[in-house]
C-alpha cells in the first residue's frame, strides 16, 4: 500500500492535508483510489499529478482514453493544487472498452461510462473535466491545431493505432507543448510506434523505466527537433485512413469534385454579417470564385470590400419564415445548390424547415445550434417578429437533435461537428447520397457525434443556471422537465416577459 497526496475540491488551499491511499487490487496490475480504479503505478499518478502541477495557467490537457478517470482526476488534483482553476481536461474515449476488456463486468453492462461520470463527480474534479465521446481518430480529425499544451496517449498499444494517434495528435500541440504516453514496454506496440515516428521524423523520445512507473514516455521536443520535423511531418504514413475534410468549405469541394466540376458553384449565407468575421465558413467559397447570395439584416458597409464579386448578391434583409423563399428566388438562387449557412442567433431551424419544404436543396447545409442542450432533447426558438436575435441567456437556436429531425425527412445526415473553433458552435450537413465520399464517422450515431465535442461557454449561466451537467444525464424526462424551466426564465429574462413560442420534447 502506497501513499500518495491528493486536493480536495472543497478548499484549494488545504490540498497538502489530505493523504489518500492507493491500494493495487489483488492479482491485477490495476490500482485503487477511494474507489476509482485504474491501470495505474503510484509512479504514473505522481507524474500525472505533477503534469497537472506545472500545466500553464489557463491551459489545456487532453488524454486518449481516460477509462474510470483516474489519471484524468490525477492530473485535475494537480490543477487544484496550483490553483489553475480555468484549466481545462479532455479526456476522448468511447468508453466500450477493447477486444481484451469485453468480458468486464463494467463493459458488458456498458456501464464504464457512466462509472466515469460518477467518479470523477465524488472526487469534485467534474468541473475541470470534458468527456468526449469518440474515438481518437475522429476526436482528432475536428480539433483545432496548435491547441493543447499536453497530450497524453494512453489507447490501443498495438502499433498501428498507437502510431496512428501520434501523428493524428502531434499538430494538435501548442508551439512548447508536450507529448506524453503510457506502456512503452521493450517489445512492445507503443515502443515500435515511437521508433518508428523517430525514424520519419526525427525527433527523439525518453522512456521512464523506474519501478514505480510502467513505461511512461515523452517526445524529445525542442526548437530544433520541431523545425527539423515542421519539413518532413507531411510525408508520414498514417496507414490507410484518409485525410478527411475539417471545414464545410472542404465537403463542398470533394463533392463538387464527385460531380467532375470544374466551375464554382453557388453558395447562400444567411446572417453574413460583413461576410468574413466570426469564422465564417461560407467566405473561403465566396474567396474561390463561388456566386450567391449574403443577406444579413443590418449589412454592414465592409461587406463590399469583404465579397468584392458582383456575383454574389448583397442584400440587407430581416429574415424571416414569410420572405426566405422569396429572397432566395430574387436573387437567381436555384433549386439545387451548393452551399446554405444559416446563422441568425434566433428561429433558424424554421428558416431551414421553410426552405427545404418550398423544395430547395443544398447538397451541404452548414447551421448554428443551441450546443448547450444534449441529445435526445429537441428544442427550438419559434418565429416571433419581436424575438431577439442573440446568444444571450442561452435561448436562441434549436438544439442538436432538433436539427437532425428537421433534416431527416428530406435525407441530410451530419457530416462534420464543431464546438471548438472560436464563435462556432455549427452543424454541417450532407446529402445522404454523398456519404460514400466520407469516412463512417458522418455515420456514427446523433449522441456519440455530439459528445465528441467539448462543452464550452455557456450562456444560461448569464442567468445563474449551470447547463454543464445536463449533457451527463440519462433521467430525460425529468431533465426535459428542467431545461423547459430554464428556458421560461431564459426566454423572460431575455425578452423582458415577452413569450416568444419555442418547441421543446424528446
Not at 447545409?365 to 431577439?388: A, D, G, Q, W
Request: charged share 20%; hydrophobic share 40%; with cysteine.
Amino acid at each position: 500500500m502506497a501513499q500518495f497526496v491528493f486536493a480536495t475540491a472543497a478548499n484549494a488551499r488545504s490540498w497538502l492535508d489530505r493523504i489518500l491511499e492507493i491500494q493495487k487490487v489483488a492479482d491485477t496490475t490495476i490500482s485503487e483510489v477511494e474507489g476509482v480504479r485504474g491501470y495505474m503505478k503510484l509512479g504514473d499518478l505522481q507524474f500525472l499529478f505533477n503534469v497537472g502541477l506545472t500545466l500553464p495557467l489557463n491551459g489545456t490537457y487532453l488524454e486518449i482514453v481516460s477509462w474510470a478517470g483516474l489519471s484524468a482526476i490525477a492530473v485535475a488534483n494537480g490543477l487544484l493544487a496550483n490553483v489553475n482553476l480555468k484549466a481545462r481536461i479532455y479526456c476522448v474515449d468511447t468508453w466500450l472498452g477493447s477486444i481484451e476488456h469485453q468480458g468486464l463486468t463494467e463493459i458488458r453492462n456498458n456501464a464504464l461510462y457512466h462509472m466515469f461520470l460518477e467518479n470523477i463527480r465524488k472526487t469534485g474534479m467534474d468541473g475541470f473535466i470534458t468527456p468526449i465521446r469518440a474515438t481518437s481518430l475522429e476526436a482528432a480529425a475536428t480539433w483545432e491545431d496548435a491547441s493543447l499544451d499536453v497530450i497524453f496517449i494512453d489507447g490501443d498499444h498495438s502499433f498501428q493505432p498507437c502510431f496512428d494517434d501520434i501523428v493524428h495528435w502531434f499538430p494538435k500541440l501548442k508551439p512548447e507543448g508536450r507529448m506524453i504516453g503510457h506502456d512503452a514496454t521493450p517489445q512492445g506496440g507503443v515502443r515500435k510506434a515511437l521508433a518508428t515516428f523517430k525514424e520519419k521524423t526525427g525527433i527523439d523520445f525518453v522512456i521512464d523505466e523506474r519501478n514505480g512507473t510502467h513505461y511512461l514516455w515523452e517526445l524529445v521536443l525542442n526548437k530544433e527537433s520541431r523545425k527539423n520535423s515542421s519539413r518532413v511531418f507531411s510525408s508520414v504514413a498514417v496507414g490507410s485512413h484518409q485525410k478527411e475534410p475539417t471545414v464545410p468549405a472542404d465537403v463542398v469541394e470533394r463533392i463538387q469534385q464527385a460531380h467532375q466540376r470544374s466551375t464554382p458553384g453557388f453558395a447562400v449565407n444567411i446572417g453574413s454579417g460583413d461576410g468574413k468575421s466570426h469564422n465564417d465558413p461560407t467566405y473561403p467559397l465566396f474567396q474561390r470564385g463561388f456566386s450567391g447570395i449574403a443577406v444579413d439584416a443590418s449589412l454592414p458597409d465592409a461587406i463590399f470590400d469583404t465579397l468584392p464579386n458582383p456575383l454574389v448578391h448583397k442584400v440587407q434583409r430581416q429574415i424571416t419564415p414569410d420572405n426566405c423563399v422569396a429572397v432566395l428566388h430574387e436573387h437567381g438562387c436555384p433549386a439545387d445548390f451548393d452551399y446554405l449557412k444559416i446563422d441568425i442567433d434566433g428561429y433558424d431551424a424554421v428558416i431551414l424547415q421553410k426552405l427545404l419544404n418550398s423544395g430547395f436543396r443544398p447538397n451541404v447545409i452548414t447551421m448554428e445550434v443551441n450546443p448547450e442542450i444534449p441529445p435526445p432533447v429537441k428544442f427550438s426558438v419559434l418565429y416571433h417578429p419581436k424575438y431577439k436575435p442573440t446568444g444571450k441567456t442561452g435561448f436562441y437556436g434549436c438544439s442538436f437533435s432538433y436539427l437532425l429531425h428537421v433534416v431527416k425527412e428530406y435525407d441530410y445526415v451530419p457530416c462534420l461537428i464543431d464546438f471548438a473553433t472560436a464563435f462556432t458552435h455549427d452543424v454541417t450537413l450532407i446529402k445522404k447520397e454523398y456519404l460514400p465520399l466520407f469516412s463512417s464517422s458522418a455515420t456514427i450515431s446523433e449522441h456519440e457525434l455530439f459528445y465528441s465535442h467539448p462543452y464550452r461557454h455557456s450562456h444560461f449561466r448569464e442567468i445563474g443556471i449551470d447547463s454543464r451537467n445536463w449533457r451527463h444525464r440519462n433521467d430525460h424526462a425529468q431533465l426535459l422537465g428542467e431545461i423547459w424551466l430554464a428556458l421560461i426564465h431564459a426566454n423572460f429574462s431575455k425578452h423582458n416577459h415577452l413569450e416568444v413560442p419555442f418547441a421543446l420534447f424528446l
